[in-house]
């Protein structure tokens, strides 16, 4: 009797824990026979994840009659509160889990149905249906609905609609700023410059910086005032419009500007007496105070750098500076590896990885203390891209760097990235900070570019060395990456930036980058390419961990 009654509940469990994978196997067989199974899984995210990748399956397939037996019953709240969203604001919270499932698109219907155009623009700003609705109702919007249209539709593709609004003075403005025109923007600026802060459309906003008014409240319009003052190279008042857009990137770009143009002095002396808390401003006073002689004030800077839960180009220099980089590497148990394990290779088997990501976000966004769960998950299972965004959501959660580091900065492909290393002569711990920052260690990564694989290569870059078409061969694409590094590195043996530079930006730009009476790592705050300065300091930044964690190793 006693055998019998320890048998059940053990049967009975074994079943718990497999019975989702049986279900899952036969969805994903044959989703339109088994679909109807999909309520039986008992995990509520792993469910909602499923529903939501097969709620746009049969939306495409054109399969409605799946979709409202299915979908929209599952959860009682949807039915009940679907029609009441479109009617009463106070349900717009229920917004959210109609994005999620098939029923956004009877959402959208009704809402078209219903000429509500104002609640298409908030809910589903890129939806077809939308534009359709604005360009339909666009001559019957009047002028107390125009604020709302400006700000949900100036900077998409609806500018041809404005010309048919109310001709009142807002409109006049908001034409002004489409069309340039600085007589209508000089007269009306001061009434209507809140309206700024919604406008995306950059080429508009740099032109509107010249009329902005130097009080503006919004940090967005006193950026782009900024920008028109560092285009006239009014450096000192573009430097407060920068400190009020709460802007640091622009702020030490300008002091670096100002160093270059007036010998470092002058952005040592201002740095000095900068009382703004930005990372990098506090970076490069701690270094002016330094060289000052005032290092007890510099080092006390550096150590406050250094103990920010923060993997920041400066808070990382800091800990360089200091001796103060760790990591743990401690092992993490983790229970239901096994279960989750087989769930993963199976959805992976289907080609369906991004049900099982879906359902970790889901879960981590539910309980924020799943983040290190799924780091060492992804970790064992070798996806590093993921294991990176669960170290960086540890991070943000407040555990410890130290503890994080693992995730953050993994060591993938060892074997590979030691043969490159060694062939080309480049560092291996560059090696893995250029593939970490190209592509998060993700081997099938195309970039908007076309960039391919773990090293990011453009196919001329990969047919120098191959003629086969594998760029996104792990081996082969880390060997042409370490080639191609190596080459620039050689250009430019006098500083290790200026070869990763080149790697992102070509030499012809770094040549003509000329650096002139500033340190090199103010220098690198000016470089005119965005990208590449952000890409310069990442690849830096990682290269000096990755020493010290393959040295430690």
């Not at 008992?42 to 009659?65: Q, T, V």
């Not at 990372?279 to 406050?304: M, P, Q, T």
Request: hydrophobic share 40%; aromatic share 16%; with cysteine.
């Amino acid at each position: 009797m006693y055998k019998k009654a320890l048998f059940f509940p053990i049967f009975f469990i074994f079943i718990i824990l497999y019975s989702n994978i049986s279900i899952i196997e036969k969805i994903l067989k044959e989703p339109e026979k088994n679909i109807h199974l999909i309520n039986n899984i008992d995990n509520i995210f792993l469910r909602a994840s499923i529903k939501s990748y097969y709620a746009d399956y049969f939306y495409e397939k054109g399969n409605k009659k799946i979709l409202k037996s299915i979908f929209i019953p599952y959860d009682s709240l949807l039915e009940r509160n679907a029609l009441k969203i479109a009617k009463n604001p106070q349900y717009e919270n229920f917004v959210y889990i109609l994005k999620n499932t098939g029923y956004k698109i009877f959402f959208i219907d009704e809402l078209f149905k219903k000429n509500d155009w104002k609640k298409m623009i908030i809910h589903f700003p890129n939806a077809m249906k939308t534009r359709e609705c604005i360009l339909k109702n666009s001559e019957i919007i009047d002028k107390d609905k125009i604020e709302i249209f400006a700000c949900g539709i100036l900077s998409t593709n609806f500018n041809d609609s404005m010309y048919s609004l109310t001709n009142d003075s807002l409109y006049i403005f908001l034409n002004g700023i489409i069309k340039e025109n600085e007589f209508i923007i000089s007269k009306l600026m001061k009434k209507y410059e809140y309206l700024l802060q919604y406008i995306k459309d950059r080429n508009k906003m740099l032109f509107a910086g010249a009329y902005i008014d130097d009080n503006i409240e919004f940090t967005k319009p006193a950026y782009y005032r900024g920008r028109y003052y560092e285009k006239e190279e009014e450096f000192e008042k573009a430097l407060k419009m920068y400190l009020k857009a709460n802007d640091p990137e622009a702020y030490i770009r300008i002091i670096a500007k100002i160093g270059e143009h007036s010998f470092r002095s002058k952005s040592d002396s201002i740095l000095l007496k900068d009382e703004s808390d930005f990372e990098s401003v506090l970076y490069h006073k701690a270094k002016a105070l330094y060289f000052d002689g005032k290092r007890g004030i510099a080092d006390s800077l550096f150590l406050y750098l250094s103990n920010l839960n923060s993997v920041s180009f400066y808070c990382v220099r800091a800990r360089q500076i200091i001796n103060k980089i760790s990591t743990n590497n401690k092992k993490y148990t983790l229970k239901g590896f096994d279960k989750y394990k087989e769930i993963f290779l199976k959805l992976q088997e289907y080609d369906k990885e991004s049900i099982f990501n879906s359902f970790a976000d889901k879960t981590y966004r539910a309980n924020k203390n799943t983040a290190k769960y799924f780091a060492e998950f992804y970790y064992r299972m070798e996806i590093y891209n993921r294991t990176m965004t669960f170290g960086y959501r540890m991070l943000h959660i407040g555990i410890p760097v130290n503890e994080c580091s693992k995730y953050l900065f993994p060591l993938p492909h060892r074997k590979i990235f030691e043969e490159a290393a060694e062939k080309t002569n480049v560092d291996i711990a560059l090696l893995y900070a250029i593939a970490r920052q190209e592509s998060w260690f993700n081997p099938n990564a195309v970039s908007p570019a076309g960039a391919k694989g773990i090293m990011q290569l453009m196919d001329f870059v990969y047919e120098e060395h191959f003629d086969d078409n594998d760029n996104f061969n792990i081996e082969k694409n880390i060997t042409v990456g370490s080639r191609h590094i190596s080459t620039y590195l050689s250009m430019f043996e006098v500083n290790l930036a200026y070869g990763i530079m080149s790697y992102n930006a070509g030499p012809g730009n770094v040549m003509k980058w000329n650096r002139k009476k500033i340190d090199w790592e103010l220098y690198i705050e000016m470089i005119p390419f965005r990208e590449t300065r952000i890409f310069i300091k990442n690849v830096l930044r990682d290269y000096y961990i990755y020493k010290f964690i393959l040295n430690e190793s």
